[in-house]
């Protein structure tokens, strides 16, 4: 049986309309019970819960960018492309709900490459109360052309401004790598 809209009810001509058509009674009732069951209500908690989850670790990847900048990146200025740390959170959640607690049970490790050298910037711990499953790695990217333009201008007046900023592309490279399974790496590239 085809459940479509106009038989969406259990109303008495629904019904009859059908058994004069030649289907069967019971059957008929255990179908419709099937898809009262079936067609889940939307979980509006579940995505309050992702957004602000979303948001947190959006919150946390600033973070690292910020404290990383005169600590790790001799900088005082890191510009980020809108919605990068937006699209990195989202790619971060879709990665963990096949994992046992999700993302509780990840461990990041955030790094920058910066003219062909890979820099540590941070290792993140979700919750460390729990023994990590797998572990993500998260690759920024210089904006190569700014580096170009940077350098060009670095021999004038302005030498001292142009040095201390650093942006980064838009693109990124986000690997997943369970700890626990014969299940190989994921890896996600961003454009």
């Given at each position: 049986m085809v459940a479509t809209g106009s038989l969406s009810s259990k109303n008495p001509a629904s019904i009859s309309e059908l058994l004069d058509r030649g289907y069967h009674p019971e059957s008929l009732l255990s179908d419709f019970d099937y898809w009262d069951y079936v067609v889940p209500e939307p979980n509006l908690n579940e995505v309050i819960f992702e957004e602000s989850t979303c948001q947190n670790l959006v919150k946390m990847l600033e973070n690292c960018l910020s404290e990383s900048k005169q600590t790790k990146l001799g900088c005082s200025k890191v510009l980020v492309p809108e919605k990068l740390t937006q699209?990195?959170?989202?790619?971060?959640?879709?990665?963990?709900?096949?994992?046992?607690c999700?993302?509780?049970?990840?461990?990041?490790?955030?790094?920058?490459?910066?003219e062909n050298v890979c820099k540590n910037l941070d290792r993140i711990v979700c919750d460390s109360s729990v023994v990590p499953t797998f572990e993500?790695?998260?690759?920024?990217?210089q904006n190569c052309s700014w580096t170009r333009f940077r350098d060009f201008f670095s021999r004038g007046r302005f030498s001292s401004g142009f040095r201390r900023t650093l942006?980064?592309?838009?693109?990124?490279?986000?690997?997943?790598?369970?700890?626990?399974?014969?299940?190989?790496?994921?890896?996600?590239?961003?454009?």
């Open positions: 699209r990195i959170a989202q790619d971060v959640l879709r990665l963990s709900p096949t994992e046992p999700g993302l509780q049970v990840c461990v990041m490790h955030m790094n920058l490459e910066i993500l790695t998260l690759l920024f990217k942006i980064l592309s838009s693109g990124f490279r986000l690997v997943k790598k369970k700890l626990y399974s014969l299940i190989g790496t994921t890896v996600i590239e961003g454009s």
